[in-house]
C-alpha cells in the first residue's frame, strides 16, 4: 500500500521556520517529482512547491520564493520542505504530494497524496 506521511507541523509565531518531512512507502518515488501544497480553511488547495526526481529543478509560488526551500533524499524516499520566516497568512494544512502526470505544479496532476499537517503561524 503506498503512503505518504507528512510530519513536522505546529504552531510557530510570525518570523518564525517549520521544517516539513513526508516520508513515502509502499514503493520508490525516487524517480518521479514530488511537491508540496497547502489548503487554508475556506480556500482551494494551492500549490507551494515541487521538485523534481533528481532535485536539480524546483518550483515554487511566487508567495514562498525566498522563504521555503524544497528538496529530497532519495536513499530515504523523503521530501522535505524548510520554512523560514514564516507570516500568518502561511496557516494551513499542508500536504505532500508525488508522481504528477502532466503540470507539476496543478493540484489534479498527482496520483498520490498525504492526509496533511497542520502548520499555525501567529501573529
Known amino acids: 500500500q503506498v503512503q505518504l506521511v507528512e510530519s513536522g507541523g505546529g504552531l510557530v509565531q510570525a518570523g518564525g521556520s517549520l521544517r516539513l518531512s513526508c516520508a513515502a512507502s509502499g514503493r520508490t518515488f525516487n524517480n518521479v517529482a514530488m511537491g508540496w501544497f497547502c489548503q487554508a480553511p475556506g480556500k482551494e488547495r494551492e500549490f507551494v512547491a515541487a521538485?523534481?526526481?533528481?532535485?536539480?529543478?524546483?518550483y515554487y509560488a511566487d508567495s514562498v520564493k525566498g522563504r521555503f526551500t524544497i528538496s529530497r533524499d532519495n536513499a530515504k524516499n523523503t521530501v522535505y520542505l524548510q520554512m523560514n520566516s514564516l507570516k500568518p497568512e502561511d496557516t494551513a494544512v499542508y500536504y505532500c504530494?508525488?508522481?504528477?502526470?502532466?503540470?507539476?505544479?496543478?493540484?489534479?496532476?498527482?496520483?498520490?497524496w498525504g492526509q496533511g499537517t497542520q502548520v499555525t503561524v501567529s501573529s
Open positions: 504530494a508525488a508522481d504528477p502526470k502532466k503540470g507539476i505544479v496543478q493540484v489534479p496532476s498527482y496520483n498520490y
Open positions: 521538485i523534481t526526481w533528481s532535485g536539480s529543478n524546483t
